[in-house]
């Protein structure tokens, strides 16, 4: 069984940064994908952010392209979110989650989901 964490979020001004992580635990772990997604209230959940885990190969949502960077260490089984010029509207839970396999396009497939860290951004 493989667990997710998030962590890295807090209170930020506008345009300043935020850098979120996700580790991975458990016995093995090599999955197709990984991907962030967000969540404010009163929202749909929205994809932000994916990433091939066997290969250097990334996809982003038009609302974070040029701003959000995501990228893997997989010796540390860690995937991250670099966050620039972060807006109010950025505000939001920040979940990261597996895609096991190939499955439907970018935004589809995610099965194990951590708890999500909290991203606010004040003006």
């Known amino acids: 069984q493989v667990q997710l964490v998030e962590s890295g979020g807090g209170l930020v001004q506008a345009g300043g940064s935020l850098r979120l992580s996700c580790a991975a635990s458990?016995?093995?772990?090599?999955?197709?994908?990984m991907g962030w997604f967000r969540q404010a209230p009163g929202k749909e959940r929205e994809f932000v952010a994916t990433?091939?885990?066997?290969?250097?190969?990334?996809y982003y949502a038009d609302s974070v392209k040029g701003r959000f960077t995501i990228s893997r260490d997989t010796a540390k089984r860690t995937v991250y979110l670099q966050m620039n010029s972060l807006q109010p509207e950025d505000s939001a839970l920040y979940y990261c989650a597996i895609k096991p396999t190939n499955y439907g396009n970018f935004a589809v497939g995610y099965s194990t989901w951590g708890q999500g860290t909290q991203v606010t951004v004040s003006s």
């Open positions: 990433t091939r885990w066997s290969y250097d190969y990334t």
């Open positions: 458990g016995r093995t772990f090599n999955p197709y994908a």
